[in-house]
């Protein structure tokens, strides 16, 4: 995946922009006030330029920089504080106080466990695959391993497998913890897509879980599936689907699968 170490949309990033555009706008200022100081004072009174003459010039060159230097000024602080910085993503969209979430494994979760992740049975026309379905799937996926856990489901289509889900949560997966407390989640939304070469990549409604949900299309040999994602602070997901022929339809299926594999109570 193409990641970016990076990231323009975080807080930090916009406070350095801001102070950036405080000092050219004081340079700027500066400059003005230097290099028009010859000018300002008008000419040299001689016998063509009385000294009264001269000395009115000077006046009106001298209101016209002090009308300029703060219009420069306004400029250049509007510009500094139009800067807005995103938060990180643990902070921008809070999962729960104090998340426990339930592995895929079964293990038996706590009494104060609100919240469980595991890939939903079915979504629409997709049906989960396991057991052997599933293990002959995930040998014939070639790469690294993924961050998280891994499902493949059957489509409506006529191909093998319609859907991959991948889902990551801070819990299982120590990087995603991390890069939650220093990038926002705009950051994470673009490494996904352009480290899958995603192209017409459009925002959706995430649900009420929050966040971020975007999808974009994907080129394959077999066809163009559809690659979707979302994420919070606790959760960096995404699903491939193969058998979806828009991108507000794949959203729609994505939050479906979001909502049925992310259950909170």
Known sequence: MITSSIDPDSQSFAAGQAIGALLVTAVAVAVIRVTTKAWRRGPVPTGAVTAEQAVALAIRRENIVRGVLPAVAAAGLIRAFSYEGEP???????????????????AAASPETERAVDAAPRVGGYRLLSGAEATEYEQMTSGKEPSGERWFHDGPGEGPVGAVLQIGTVEWVAESAEANRSHTMAHEMRNVFAGARATEVAAFEAGPWGGRLSCGSMASATGRPILCAWTDSGTSARVMLADEESLSGAAEIALRFRSGSDKRD
């Open 88 to 106: 990180p993503a643990a902070e921008a969209a809070p999962v729960l106080q104090a998340p426990a979430v339930q592995a895929p494994s079964g």
